[in-house]
């Protein structure tokens, strides 16, 4: 069941960079740049969308974080309950 919620997880946090992937370019490459320009010079189809790779990326592992230490945290007030049970049955 994990593996699913994870595959869920990946899917979901890949949809906002799969949604500004951009078409394919043609063939053709592009001429030589012959000097520097600006960002703000150049043509947004040119641009790289890195705010929204690096903030799906960022994403994606502050939630494999969070459900890791959520995963640990079930699992050790598992063995708390466990071991008070043992306690009780001992005594």
Not at 1 to 23: E, F, G, H, K, W
Not at 34 to 56: C, G, H, M, R
Not at 60 to 75: D, E, H, I, K, N
Not at 76 to 81: D, I, K, S
């Amino acid at each position: 069941m994990s593996v699913v919620r994870a595959i869920v997880c990946a899917a979901l946090l890949a949809l906002p960079a799969l949604a500004d992937a951009q078409p394919p370019q043609p063939a053709q490459p592009p001429p030589a740049q012959s000097e520097f320009k600006p960002l703000s010079e150049v043509p947004p189809t040119e641009q790289i969308p890195a705010f929204t790779l690096l903030a799906a990326a960022y994403a994606f592992v502050w939630l494999a974080l969070l459900g890791y230490v959520w995963s640990v945290s079930q699992r050790l007030q598992q063995v708390e309950r466990e071991l008070a049970t043992i306690e009780r049955r001992s005594t």
